[in-house]
């Protein structure tokens, strides 16, 4: 079993619904949680990373971390044919360097 | 300012070759690190440096991979006698020295291996 893991979609959602997006991890070491966009051949591009448990919210995307459940969250309001993408979780524990570890990606399209 | 930069963006080369990939981060990032991208196996960590250091190279999956960053710069990663599973994007990104939470993606190089 994977140490992260994501639903791999597609998630199909029609322009301005809220795409909502998460993952589980086992290791309760984790103490980073990031979020990662990435375009068709294109590297990833870091979107949010939030530390331990907590709301953080940037603009249109709110990221979510709920430890006691090892379970992670990321929404998308308003969405935009241009948020069609792979959205990434990564995380990464103190003790372990800065080494990320990331989840399997979810595809998600949004139709105008 | 200048992200991440990798070359070459593709490389096809046969079964049992050597080649050279390599990453010149961002300025002034002393962090920098090499990721491999798969269909099968997603985006798994190989090596990290800390300035020209490489205190985890836990992610190298073999003796035929082995990285080298001179000058707390550029890196090169390198993989010997190359196998058809090793097709896959080789992706590098870096941080400072104490963000790795904040790591910077490049555009990635596309190994085949035929």
């Known amino acids: 079993q994977k140490e992260v893991e994501q639903d791999p979609g597609p998630l199909s959602v029609p322009e301005g619904a809220i795409v909502s997006l998460n993952c589980t991890y086992s290791?309760?070491?984790?103490?980073?949680f990031m979020w990662y966009r990435q375009y068709s051949r294109k590297g990833p591009e870091l979107l949010m990373y939030?530390?331990?448990?907590g709301n953080k919210e940037d603009g249109r995307f709110t990221a979510q971390v709920d430890k006691s459940s090892k379970y992670i969250s990321l929404f998308i309001r308003d969405s935009q044919p241009s948020d069609s993408a792979t959205y990434l979780c990564?995380?990464?524990?103190?003790?372990?360097?800065?080494?990320?570890?990331f989840g399997g990606g979810t595809r998600v399209l949004v139709k105008p | 300012g200048a992200g991440v930069s990798q070359s070459p963006s593709n490389k096809v080369t046969e079964k049992g070759k050597d080649v050279e990939l390599r990453c010149d981060p961002i300025?002034?990032?002393?962090?920098l690190y090499w990721y491999r991208q798969s269909l099968g196996q997603g985006l798994e960590f190989l090596i990290y440096?800390?300035?020209?250091?490489?205190?985890?190279k836990s992610g190298l999956p073999s003796d035929r991979f082995s990285a080298e960053r001179t000058g707390g710069s550029v890196s090169t990663l390198t993989i010997q006698r190359t196998q058809q599973e090793d097709s896959a994007v080789y992706l590098c990104?870096?941080?400072?020295?104490?963000?790795?939470?904040?790591?910077?993606f490049g555009p990635g190089t596309r190994l085949l291996v035929l």
């Open positions: 990104a870096s941080s400072t020295e104490w963000s790795g939470e904040t790591q910077y």
């Open positions: 290791n309760s070491a984790f103490q980073y």
């Open positions: 939030t530390y331990s448990s």
């Open positions: 990564a995380m990464s524990a103190p003790a372990a360097g800065n080494k990320l570890t």
């Open positions: 300025s002034g990032h002393t962090a």
């Open positions: 440096f800390q300035g020209n250091s490489a205190p985890d």
